[in-house]
Every structure is written in C-alpha cells, then in structure tokens.
C-alpha cells in the first residue's frame, strides 16, 4: 500500500498536468486534427471512374503531390500572392510606424489627456474586421461618402478608391486602421516597463526628448517591435476580410485577389477541397518560414549585439 505521504507527492506533481489537460483536449480536437486533416487531404484527390455515376464511380485516392504542384503553378494562386506581397509592403511599414509613434508620445511627459487618447487610438481595434471593412467600403463609394460630397461642394479631384492601384491603398487603410492600436499597446507596454532611472541618467547627461527616444527608448523596446512585426505577417499573408467584404462592391477585387480567398473559392464554390488543402497547407508553410526566419535573424543580431 501507498503511503499518505507519498500520494500526496503524486497529487502535487501531477496538479500541473490536470490543470493543462482541459487545454491540451481543447487544442487536440479543434487545432491539431483539423490541420492534421487538411494536410492528409492535401495529399488526395477524387478518381472519377466512366462518367462518374453510379456506386462506386467517384472514389477517393492517393494523389502525392499533385496538388502542391497543381497550387504552384496556378496564376491566380500565384497573382493573389503577388498582390498580399504588394499589401504588405504597404500595411506593415505604416502601421508599425504609427503604433511605435502613438507610444512614444503617449510616453512623453508632456502628453495631455492619455487614458482617453490610448483607448481612442485603441478602440478600432475593438470593432470585428468585417463592419470595419463594411464601413470603411461604404466610405469609398462616391455616392454615399460624406468625404465625396465634400469634395464635390469644394470642387476638388475625387479619386475612385476602389479601382486600379488606389485599391491598395484603401485595402490597408482598413488594415493600419484597425491594427495600429494593438500594436500601439504591445510597444507602449514595454515602454512602460523601462526603469525611471535610465530616463533620470539620460536627463543628467543632457539628452533630449528626442535622444531619448531614439537611442534609449526604441532600442530597448526591440523585442516588442519584433513581436509585433511578426504577428503583422502573419495577418498580412492570411488577409480575407478586407477584400471580401469590398468585392461586392467593386469590380477590381475577384473571387481569387488573395491565396485565402482562392483556398475559399475551391474549397466551397467549387467543391475541390483537395487543392483547397494543398493551397491552405503553402499558406500555413510561407507564414511559418517567414516568421520563423524573421525571428531567427532578429535572435542572431541580438547575440551579435550583445557579444559587442
């Protein structure tokens, strides 16, 4: 027989594996299968057999890689990722830069009002994706914009935003709208961990506002721009709200503008949910390799750093 005391043990060792089964159950069903599903049916395809009626004339069969080569040498996989690349290069400079600017002066000892102006800069954040981008598309349409009508009362240019290259830029006005104020709060965080005292030893060497932000304040916050760099990247290469939800209103966004908007497209307009798989499984594969390589080369400029 077990002693008392010796149960005991057991129950405290294994508390911390109790409390983290609810989770790792959670994680198993609704994460790990379903992506362990999409890549077994990456792999597959359907055999249609005569003119595929009948029992038996549509069977499920080993397809290898046909599939990743099929997604590789489509166009329109091939232009939609070519189009999120030129969105972001416009979406992730901007609204990084914003957010690290928003900190800073929310840091400053001179700002005015900073509760307020943090859960304002904060608040688009807040509102779901898809009435963003409905209330931004709205904002577009020259014949219910209130930014057309006064344009047209002060008889200035009215672009179209919706039609040939502007299109970029009103897709990441949306994006840097929405995204500028949580990365805003992760940077002013880690502002706000910074000791008084290295900001007291900068005011006794004589540094500015502005030297101290560039060469104390931004340097020590790195790790938190590098985080949010890296879930910018992630959101920039899964983009589908924005262009899906303003498709309907414009003729220059198709059913394929991004890689995730033509995994949706022949997973449920065309039934194809093999390629549908093969196509999400490259997605998932760039995300990874650019994010992972992001931060190994961050990881190996802080060592170099440090070893200085």
Known sequence: MTSPTSRKSYGVKGAPYAFLLPATVLFALFFALPIGYAVWLSFRKVHVSGLGLGAGARTEVWAGLENYTDALTDHEFYDGALRVLGYG????????????????????????????????????????????????????????????????????????????????????????????????????????????????????????????????????VAPSLVLTFFFSIIATLQVFNEPTTLKPLTNSVNTTWSPLMKVYEDAFRKGDIYSASAEATLIALATLALSFGFLRAANRRNKQEAAQ
């Open 89 to 220: 290069c416009i979406v992730v400079p901007v609204m990084l830069g914003l957010a690290l600017l928003f900190a800073l002066m929310l840091d400053s000892e001179r700002v005015r009002l900073a509760p307020f102006t943090r859960l304002a800069i904060f608040l688009p954040y807040a509102i779901p994706g898809v009435v963003a981008a409905l209330l931004w598309g709205f904002l577009y349409l020259p014949d219910v914009s209130p930014f057309y009508y006064v344009l047209d009362k002060l008889s200035l240019p009215q672009p179209n935003l919706l039609d040939g290259g502007p299109l970029y830029l009103a897709l990441s006005n949306i994006a840097v709208w929405g995204g500028t104020g949580f990365n805003m709060i992760v940077i002013y965080t880690s502002l706000r961990s910074i000791p008084a005292e290295v900001y007291e030893a900068a005011k006794l060497d004589g540094a500015t506002p502005l030297q101290t932000a560039l060469r104390i304040k931004i340097p020590m």
